[in-house]
Antibody, heavy 120, light 111 residues
Framework: QLQLQESGPGLVKPSETLSLTCTVSGGSITSTTYYWGWIRQPPGKGLEWVGTIYYSGSTSYNPSLKSRVTISVDTSKNQFSLNLNSVTAADTAVYFCARKNILYTHWGYWGQGTLVTVSS | QSVLTQPPSVSAAPGQKVTISCSGSTSNIGNNCVSWYQQLPGTAPKLLIFDNNKRPSGIPDRFSGSKSGTSATLGITGLQTGDEADYYC????????????FGGGTKLTVL
């Protein structure tokens, strides 16, 4: 059974960098069949796609965040990570990691999500 | 402001049927398959419908999906109190700013 688990600080100061890791278990992140992604949800609001990575390191990012976001993959640890720099209160959200088949448009597996608050 | 447009809320009585609409454009819904997610309070979204009208294993046939042009619809029949949740549509956008897109979510209240 595939499981995704987000981890990282729950509190980040304004202007600093938000860093999260998603650990994949029950499946290999090097599978050629899947993309891995980050999706966020501000409190009381809807879902926003942040970005996606393939095991090879190929990435795509939300244009509204592209200048501040980096997603990377560590195949040796079966993990992928999110870095979002120069954060503001608007980046406060629950951050989910998820998996998508390369041939389809839906996100089939999600992590439980982790709340990151940007505050001094 | 979300790329896909959903009504903020819908409501119906137990046992009744409800539909939730999702409107987009040719660059997203018009040229890509739509998925639907159910999000119970404090939990991660759960895939309900993929490829416009397919249900993952374990999703009851009370949930259905359809797509026409640049719009999609989620239908739920035989409403139960446990269906009270937020529902999101999603797809991919093939424009220059390609990527995942979602609707703003619809709160379903089972009266």
């Amino acid at each position: 059974q595939l499981q995704l688990q987000e981890s990282g600080p729950g509190l980040v100061k304004p202007s600093e960098t938000l860093s999260l890791t998603c650990t994949v278990s029950g499946g290999s992140i090097t599978s050629t069949t899947y993309y891995w992604g980050w999706i966020r949800q501000p409190p009381g609001k809807g879902l926003e796609w942040v970005g996606t990575i393939y095991y090879s390191g190929s990435t795509s990012y939300n244009p509204s965040l592209k200048s501040r976001v980096t997603i990377s993959v560590d195949t040796s640890k079966n993990q992928f990570s999110l870095n979002l720099n120069s954060v503001t209160a608007a980046d406060t959200a629950v951050y989910f990691c998820a998996r998508k088949n390369i041939l389809y448009t839906h996100w089939g597996y999600w992590g439980q999500g982790t709340l990151v608050t940007v505050s001094s | 402001q979300s790329v896909l447009t959903q009504p903020p809320s819908v409501s119906a009585a137990p046992g009744q049927k409800v539909t939730i609409s999702c409107s987009g454009s040719t660059s997203n819904i018009g040229n890509n398959c739509v998925s639907w997610y159910q999000q119970l309070p404090g939990t991660a979204p759960k895939l309900l419908i993929f490829d416009n009208n397919k249900r993952p294993s374990g999703i009851p046939d009370r949930f259905s999906g359809s797509k026409s042009g640049t719009s999609a619809t989620l239908g739920i029949t035989g409403l139960q109190t446990g269906d009270e949740a937020d529902y999101y549509c999603g797809t991919w956008d093939s424009s220059l700013s390609a990527g995942g897109v979602f609707g703003g979510g619809t709160k379903l209240t089972v009266l």
